[in-house]
């Protein structure tokens, strides 16, 4: 019941997709929903996983088990909208069944699910990501498909560059909130959530077009690709963030 007020030189919003502190501050954003719910749970496959992700391609979107400890594995499935609903009321046998249909025999029968979530599927991006004495990181910038599993890699590409940007500005003796001293980090970041977005955005629009054309085309591509080793490394450079100029601490190196 009481109200405490803070004094900082320098916010950083860090809160989530969902930011209070971006709409507290009223900071416009652009939105682009999927018509797309991620399904979310942990689930248990017969065989050992051996640390290796799997992502199927299916006609909902994505489906991909992801390695984790205790021989489990991170569950995110791609379904429609209207599907949600339908498939979070299946108990757990008739949930597992239908989870492997969609999956496969890849890792052996799936014997155990966790706890179900779903979240929908959206593009969002903060219109301004720095204002005096605020900057914005992470989803609260930029909450993107995780079709390439690349929304966790920017952020922590963000607080790399902020950090960088912060250490010299302290160095030199300058303010930390300065607006030029949070604008150099924001035009540091701009290439690289302008390239990722664009990427992220123009692959779940390719996997989800119904167009055979389409179908054709992306798959053609994907066995050109497979079968092209430069092109292969140059795409493999994006999805490790290894494009543009990286800060010291995502190319592993001290501050």
Known sequence: DATHTLHTRLLVAADGAQSTLRDLLAIPTTVWAYGQTALVANVTPERVHEHVAYERFTDTGPLALLP??????????????????????????????????????????????????VYPLKLVRARESVRPRLALIGNAAHTLHPIAGQGFNLGLRDVAALAEVLLDARRAGHDLGDPAVLQRYADWRQGDHRRVIAFTDGLTRLFTSPLAPVAW???????????????????????????????????????
């Open 68 to 117: 984790m400890s205790e021989n489990r594995c991170a569950l995110v499935w791609t379904l429609r909208d209207d599907q949600a609903d339908a498939v979070m009321a299946l108990d757990d046998a008739a949930f597992l069944a239908r989870l492997q249909e969609r999956f496969g025999q890849r890792l052996g029968r799936l014997t155990r699910v966790g706890r179900r979530s």
């Open 217 to 255: 085309l992306r798959n053609a591509g994907m066995l050109a690709l497979d079968l092209c080793p430069p092109a292969k490394r140059i795409f493999a450079r994006l999805t490790m963030g290894k494009a543009g100029r990286l800060p010291r601490l995502a190319r592993g190196l001290g501050l």
